[in-house]
């Protein structure tokens, strides 16, 4: 089967940095993606990695190594408007988008 | 335009009725989506349709019904709802299924009474 691991949720401070793991298990790669959702919203696109190693944008950054089946996504200079879920999604062999569960992030001041 | 635009942002609809969600973008993408999200949950996958037409049916009730009247424009109709139906739907598009990553309408949030 299909499956996509991440934290369920995680606590940072303001100004911290955090980091949000995810593991999948997919039948074949064609991506990962990771989205912002605010609650009530839609996802917003954050990052996609395709080939290994670290992409950064400003002050997120997302990782992959496609050997160990793993991501994550790096947050720096946390603000409180960071708090949000965070859904790490894989597309198969069929391009077919597979969803994690999301991690919920809060930030405390 | 990078966006995608869905209306309405909000529906109570009772189990009775008929209306329509709608979705448009104008960015030349070839393939668009519609999903069903609940609260704390990730999107769940209902259709998708690639060049105008249905790619994929997740096994959706025959409730909701797609329709793609152009390559801009997604509806979904909706008769004779339940109210566990009662969901955030997200409309996304992206270049086609197999390039780009997706960009998602506001979303309707419907409330089936």
């Known amino acids: 089967g299909q499956n996509i691991d991440q934290p369920t949720e995680m606590t940072a401070t303001e100004g911290a940095i955090v980091q949000i793991n995810c593991t999948y298990q997919?039948?074949?790669?064609?991506?990962l993606f990771w989205y912002q959702q605010h609650a009530g919203e839609a996802p917003t696109f954050l990052s996609y990695?395709?080939l290994d190693g670290l992409e950064e944008k400003g002050r997120f950054s997302s990782f992959l190594s496609r050997s160990k089946g793993y991501s994550y996504l790096l947050l720096k200079e946390l603000q409180m408007k960071d708090s949000a879920s965070y859904l790490c999604?894989?597309?198969?062999?069929?391009?077919?988008?597979?969803w994690g569960a999301g991690t919920k992030l809060i930030i405390k001041p | 335009d990078t966006e995608v635009t869905q209306t309405p942002k909000h529906l109570v609809m009772g189990m009775t009725n008929k209306k329509s969600l709608k979705c448009e973008q104008h960015?030349?993408?070839?393939?668009m989506y519609w999903y069903k999200q609940k609260a704390k949950k990730p999107p769940e996958l209902m259709f998708v349709?690639?060049?105008?037409?249905?790619?994929i049916n997740e096994s959706v009730p025959s409730r909701f019904s797609p329709e793609c009247p152009n390559s801009s424009l997604l509806n979904l109709h909706l008769h004779a709802l339940q109210p566990e139906d009662s969901a955030l739907y997200l409309c996304?598009?992206?270049?086609?299924?197999?390039?780009?990553?997706?960009?998602f309408g506001s979303g309707t949030r419907l409330t089936v009474v």
């Open positions: 996304a598009s992206s270049q086609d299924e197999e390039i780009g990553g997706y960009t």
């Open positions: 960015m030349g993408h070839r393939a």
């Open positions: 349709y690639s060049y105008e037409k249905l790619s």
């Open positions: 997919t039948s074949g790669f064609n991506g």
């Open positions: 990695n395709v």
């Open positions: 999604a894989v597309k198969d062999s069929n391009y077919q988008l597979i």
